[in-house]
């Protein structure tokens, strides 16, 4: 079991930068891939970005390929995601998720542990 807490949204212009925070509590941190998701208000919950657990591999959303990018520290157990660049579209609340299953996976479905969201808004 690992409990996910999301920090770091807030209020932003349009081609700012934000960084979110997801540190997690419980033990085995590094044996989960880690996602972080978004859902716009009338949306469903889309996939932003993973990193996997072992050698660190990562993959993103193409609508924030070159402008986001997530990192992990097993030492701290935590996940970012630095947000650069930031559009109006990309407001929404962001998702910090955790997945035992092995390789890549978007599918939030195949994700186990879910923090409470933190909200980005982007002005424009």
């Known amino acids: 079991q690992v409990q996910l807490v999301e920090s770091g949204g807030g209020l932003v212009q349009a081609g700012g930068s934000l960084r979110l925070s997801c540190a997690a509590s419980g033990r085995s941190f590094s044996g989960y891939v880690m996602g972080w998701f978004r859902q716009a208000p009338g949306k469903e919950r889309e996939f932003v970005a993973l990193i996997t657990r072992s050698d660190g591999a990562t993959l993103y959303a193409d609508s924030v390929k070159g402008r986001f990018s997530i990192s992990r520290d097993n030492a701290e157990n935590s996940v970012y995601l630095q947000m650069n660049s930031l559009k109006s579209e990309d407001t929404a609340v962001y998702y910090c998720?955790?997945?035992?299953?092995?390789?890549?996976?978007?599918?939030?479905?195949?994700?186990?542990?879910w923090g409470q969201g933190t909200q980005v808004t982007v002005s424009s």
């Open positions: 998720a955790a997945s035992t299953l092995v390789g890549r996976t978007t599918d939030a479905l195949t994700y186990n542990y």
